[in-house]
């Protein structure tokens, strides 16, 4: 039941409203009633009321200050207005501070129950809302960890991979509760849109990617699946062919891809895989072209990523650790004071007084 608050300090005007209002039929209740402002409020923090219904002029704490408070810390509620005068100050401030609507005394039944059904509905279409934006971070965060390795995958042109990311959002969409078309078009263009990222890190256009999602392709899970199992594969083949097309490993290439997935799980096996070599033969040529393993120059490459967003406070350290591709923030810690000698909270420290020691000077 919707929750209404009365508020005037003659109790026969609270009567009227509460006899003139189809209560039950509005799906709502009177769960309290106050005789000021001040008790109003205090009402309100108690019963969390969805509706008030205040009159303007009470001695003490009057509707005014009730609506500006109401306003600064309870927004979400829906504010009826009743007055004896028709009193344009007053009809500036029900304005001023949201009042859905400003009724004059005597109440016109018919009035106050088309105001309480407008104030039903606001506050339905409010609650589907919410739950539409609670059902979009379920099924944002729910794609999350399939994108990453779904970035890998791709990249490292392993098809099988890729569809088992793909079953596995499929099998998400049946069991997490995520049901309705709603949802299955959020993953669909996610991942659509994640495809396309992928495609141009790759240089790569596809036809195929600016097709609009057909209302088939989102009748089901499976059928989302089924939809972006043919996209990427198609730019999967494309890719390969690019790859294949260039006989003679570029290793310029191969740091470039690097230099750009470094935060990602990026291995030696994925690279050789995705650039046609042995991973025997592109360590040893890497080597001899950088002067390091493949491994040693991609923790390089972390190392001083995080410690360039190191130096901005701003930046929390467990997200330095995550920017610089490591989930568990306790190994990044070792990891980092293994590489410099001091911990990423000693190096911040050092960092910061550096600068004001130069500001000083």
């Not at 006899?19 to 009402?43: P, V």
Request: proline content about 2%.
């Amino acid at each position: 039941m919707i929750k209404v608050l009365l508020v005037d300090d003659e109790s026969w005007n609270r009567d009227i409203v509460r006899t003139f209002g189809s209560w039950e039929e509005h799906g709502m209740e009177i769960a309290g009633e106050a005789e000021d402002g001040r008790e109003a409020l205090r009402l309100t923090e108690e019963l969390s009321p969805q509706i008030v219904i205040t009159d303007m002029r009470m001695p003490g704490a009057d509707g005014v200050m009730l609506m500006n408070n109401l306003h600064a810390e309870y927004p979400e509620i829906k504010v009826i207005v009743v007055s004896g005068y028709d009193d344009f100050n007053y009809a500036q401030n029900a304005i001023r501070y949201g009042a859905v609507d400003y009724l004059l005394k005597p109440i016109d039944p018919k009035e106050l129950n088309a105001v309480l059904d407008k104030c039903r509905r606001e506050l339905e279409e409010a609650e589907r809302g919410q739950r539409a934006y609670a059902l979009d971070i379920e099924v944002s965060l729910c794609l999350s960890s399939y994108k990453q390795l779904m970035r890998v995958h791709f990249n490292e042109l392993n098809t099988e991979g890729v569809n088992l990311v793909l079953a596995g959002i499929r099998r998400e969409l049946e069991l997490g509760g995520a049901k309705g078309s709603a949802a299955f078009r959020q993953a669909a263009s996610e991942m659509l849109l994640l495809l396309k990222e992928l495609m141009r890190g790759n240089r790569l256009e596809d036809e195929l990617l600016k097709a609009e999602i057909s209302h088939d392709a989102l009748a089901s899970a499976a059928d989302v699946e089924a939809y972006l199992k043919a996209l990427y594969g198609g730019s999967l083949e494309l890719l390969i062919g690019q790859r294949k097309f260039k006989n003679k490993l570029n290793l310029d290439e191969v740091r470039q891809y690097i230099d750009g997935h470094f935060a990602e799980a990026v291995t030696l096996e994925g690279l050789a895989r995705a650039f046609f070599v042995s991973k025997e033969y592109l360590s040893k040529v890497f080597k001899l072209e950088y002067g390091c393993n493949v491994t040693d120059y991609i923790l390089g490459l972390r190392m001083d990523k995080a410690k360039e967003w190191l130096a901005d406070e701003n930046i929390p350290i467990k997200t330095v650790a995550e920017l610089a591709g490591y989930e568990d923030v306790g190994y990044f810690y070792r990891v980092f004071k293994k590489h410099y000698g001091v911990a990423p909270g000693e190096m911040r420290k050092q960092n910061a007084s550096l600068k004001m020691s130069n500001s000083e000077g």
